[in-house]
């Protein structure tokens, strides 16, 4: 059975940085495609960042680019999120997800729905 555990949240300042780590246990997960969502307080969790299984092609958000990064070590079987200069509005619960490679819409990787395993969640909080 896949678990995907979350670490590194926490409480960070406003232009600090924080990095998160999700580590797979269960199988290897080196071939599958990872993605980090979040969810703020009475918001749907939505799309941050995505890495195929190579880490060669990485997407974001917009709110997040340039200063998020996503990266991963298929050694560890771990994905990372490299969070600087972190807003108040990036306050949320933040969770990994894996996919299997699939055919599919080109920007499925998107949608949560299209994600196989997540993890339980780690909370980020940013203060102003």
């Known amino acids: 059975q896949v678990q995907l555990v979350e670490t590194g949240g926490g409480l960070v300042q406003a232009g600090g940085s924080l990095r998160l780590s999700c580590a797979a246990s269960g199988r290897s997960l080196s071939s599958y495609e990872r993605g980090w969502f979040r969810q703020a307080p009475g918001k749907e969790r939505e799309f941050v960042t995505f890495i195929n299984w190579s880490g060669d092609s990485t997407y974001y958000v917009d709110s997040v680019k340039g200063r998020f990064t996503i990266s991963r070590d298929n050694a560890k079987n771990t994905v990372y999120l490299q969070m600087n200069s972190p807003k108040p509005e990036d306050t949320a619960v933040y969770y990994c997800?894996?996919?299997?490679?699939?055919?599919?819409?080109?920007?499925?990787?998107?949608?949560?729905?299209?994600?196989?395993?997540w993890g339980q969640g780690t909370q980020v909080t940013v203060s102003s």
């Open positions: 997800a894996a996919r299997s490679p699939r055919p599919g819409p080109p920007t499925a990787w998107r949608t949560i729905a299209s994600y196989d395993y």
